[in-house]
């Protein structure tokens, strides 16, 4: 848990640093191309090709596509219908969609670990809901898009090196999951991007490294070696953690209006799924899929 959470607390600050100075006024597949490229070139020295299967480096790849490349297409665009506790509060579902792959990828059905994530998600429905707006739909249905991505990759790279046995360190085989996410955004910026809405100021290049070596660089490769570590309950759960965290944030440097309640009521509802998983439910509970 202690990779988990200390990513948590690394990316709380991403959203609001998306959502005010990049959203809208840098272009969105600019920003992913920038932040996965960053985030390769921390890694890429480490990268072993000896050692590794070819097989494995494509499923790593495909799933640093999914994860990464994919996701933060769907993420970027987010921000431009939806604000920042709107875009927090969407990702509430990423934990329900992270059971249910987990389970369909092992052919076993898990009520356990549904029931916390269902959990989950209700105490981050409790924080914020602010009603319908202008691209609210469209947005939902956007930021759904990074979440099931998201859920798809991280179950994939554990189920992975679940059944794996690698010779290789996580951090030596960690680029070929940094290339596939390069090659998804690379194509996406060469065919839909805008070369007239590049970073403009100091602080804008300044956030973009942040994002890409720490938050993505450092963020992604700890994320899922923690999610290796953790049974898929308290990986859904951990997912919906961000969205306290995240408001946190963005009241304390940015003062935006949350009512502080129901954060701190939904948080509680979020902690209290956490601890279920953690003290009374067994990994073991699964029920086999029948063929």
């Known amino acids: 848990m202690i990779y988990l959470s200390g990513v948590t607390l690394l990316w709380s600050f991403s959203f609001s640093l998306i959502g005010v100075y990049l959203a809208g006024q840098v272009d969105p597949y600019f920003s992913v191309l920038s932040r996965v490229l960053l985030a390769s070139c921390v890694f890429l020295p480490f990268l072993r090709i000896k050692g590794l299967p070819r ?73 914020q809901f602010n009603g319908m707006n202008e691209g609210y739909f469209k947005g939902f249905m956007i930021i759904q898009g990074a979440n099931i991505c998201m859920a798809m990759g991280q179950v994939a790279y554990k189920v992975l090196l679940e059944k794996e046995k690698l010779r290789l360190s996580q951090h030596q085989i960690f680029g070929w999951f940094y290339l596939g996410a390069l090659t998804v955004a690379a194509t996406a910026y060469l065919l839909l991007g805008d070369m007239t809405k590049l970073p403009t100021t100091y602080t804008q290049w300044g956030i973009l490294g942040w994002l890409g070596i720490v938050a993505s660089g450092l963020g992604y490769f700890f994320w899922n070696k923690g999610a290796c570590k953790v049974n898929p309950g308290a990986l859904a759960i951990m997912n919906n953690a961000l969205i306290p965290a995240g408001l946190i944030v963005n009241i304390a440097i940015w003062n935006r209006d949350v009512d502080l309640t129901r954060l701190g009521l939904g948080g509680g509802v979020i902690l209290l799924s956490l601890l279920v998983n953690e003290y009374l439910i067994k990994p073991d509970r699964r029920i086999p899929l029948s063929n």
């Open 55 to 127: 097989s494995m480096a494509l499923k790593l790849m495909a799933i640093g596509g999914t994860q990464l490349g994919l996701m933060y297409l769907f993420y970027y665009q987010s921000f431009l219908y939806l604000s920042v506790p709107e875009v927090l509060l969407f990702t509430v579902f990423t934990p329900i969609y992270i059971t249910l792959i987990y389970d369909l990828m092992n052919r076993n059905f898990s009520p356990w670990y549904l029931l916390t994530a269902v959990i989950a998600v209700l105490g981050a429905i409790i924080i």
